[in-house]
């Protein structure tokens, strides 16, 4: 009896300084959050006085290169024991929030909510943001071009189908609409339905998600035909109300609107990434880590491309991305879009971008911004 009265004791005891330690550590916690929220609420008066000055020196509240460069500062010096994306995800608010004691701006994106265009647009501005979905690229450009929001934010390239044809298109008509930053996501594709996989009938979803699972969808949903809508998220409001069907979408898409995920992550290839341009009146300030994106018409004769690709070998300018694309007003030009390593306001772009102009019939420079990294 001795021994068990003994041992009775020592668990009771444990269990008493479990209880105490664990009262002790909320308490810890406790003080901390009010000194937190003590020290964010000065950060946003600080950031509220910078906004005054910027809206009295004409100047935009968005400002993607100071963005990214206090999130780099402090993800630089995060020690742990939370992860980069935790860290991001608690600057971006901060961020956001901030803003929107300035002013809440408006951002157009490919809806509806839970797109992958919203989901990017939620990454780049966080939020404390009034969103606006609409129904084509097209309009989010004329969005932009009218004044109606802000900024916009459009499918530029993905990983598997290349270029985004809609988004090039509308840059050759709306020149003037600057790329000020870049949003690079991990796009992970989701079978979502109410249903049972034997049961689906027809499979819905924008058509670059269908074509970046065409393999898998074959062989695991043979008996369904494949319908393109204007958005993954558009797919998933489609699902919810029509019978036998399915729609290729993400995650946060099955949540929003109340679906099942019957099969998760079957994009065919696991490298699967798109990336999002956010578009407005003007494009970024120097980083040292930029990017600059122009579009140009030359003439139609032989080693003419030879000779502007010449020139960036030249002058040392690193080319990360190009294309061409059918010009509007004459039949077999094409029209150039090209990416490069560099800022306008670097020396050897300026000597790259003064050789062009010589070289070129057209040129239009739509923007230099940070360079992305790519985010889960």
Not at 151 to 178: C, K, W, Y
Not at 214 to 230: F, G
Request: proline share 4%; glycine share 6%; with cysteine.
């Amino acid at each position: 009896m001795t021994r068990k009265t003994e041992a009775g004791s020592s668990h009771t005891t444990d269990r008493a300084t479990s209880a105490k330690d664990l009262k002790s550590y909320r308490v810890q916690i406790d003080k901390l959050d009010l000194q937190i929220l003590d020290l964010i609420n000065k950060r946003a008066g600080l950031a509220s006085q910078i906004g005054k000055v910027k809206n009295e020196n004409g100047e935009s509240i968005f400002s993607p290169a100071r963005e990214e460069e206090v999130i780099q500062n402090v993800l630089q010096t995060n020690k742990g024991p939370l992860g980069e994306p935790t860290i991001r995800a608690i600057y971006r608010e901060l961020i956001s929030g901030s803003r929107a004691l300035q002013r809440i701006l408006k951002v157009a994106f490919l809806g509806p909510e839970y797109s992958f265009s919203h989901l990017a647009a939620l990454i780049r501005f966080g939020e404390a943001i009034e969103y606006m979905g609409v129904g084509n690229i097209a309009a989010i450009f004329e969005e932009v071009n009218r004044k109606h929001v802000d900024f916009g934010v459009v499918p530029l390239e993905n990983s598997t189908d290349g270029r985004v044809a809609d988004t090039l298109d509308m840059f050759i008509r709306l020149p003037q609409i600057r790329i000020c930053s870049e949003v690079r996501i991990r796009v992970h594709h989701n079978l979502l339905t109410n249903c049972e996989q034997t049961e689906i009938r027809r499979i819905y979803s924008k058509p670059q998600a269908l074509s970046q699972c065409r393999n898998w969808l074959s062989k695991n949903v043979p008996q369904a035909t494949l319908h393109e809508v204007t958005s993954t998220a558009a797919a998933a409001q489609l699902v919810q109300r029509e019978p036998g069907a399915a729609a290729v979408a993400s995650r946060e898409a099955a949540v929003r609107y109340g679906l099942r995920i019957l099969f998760s992550d079957i994009e065919d290839s696991p490298h699967n990434e798109t990336r999002f341009a956010v578009i407005g009146p003007h494009d970024a300030h120097r980083t040292g880590n930029d990017k600059t994106a122009i579009m140009f018409e030359i003439p139609h004769s032989p080693g003419s491309l030879a000779d502007i690709l010449n020139l960036f070998k030249l002058n040392k300018v690193n080319l990360t991305w190009i294309e061409s694309f059918p010009s509007l007003e004459a039949k077999g030009e094409y029209i150039f879009f090209v990416e490069f390593e560099g800022h306008t306001d670097d020396a050897k772009v300026k000597k790259t971008l003064a050789s062009l102009e010589g070289k070129c019939d057209k040129i239009s420079i739509l923007g230099s911004f940070p360079i992305a990294q790519l985010l889960e």
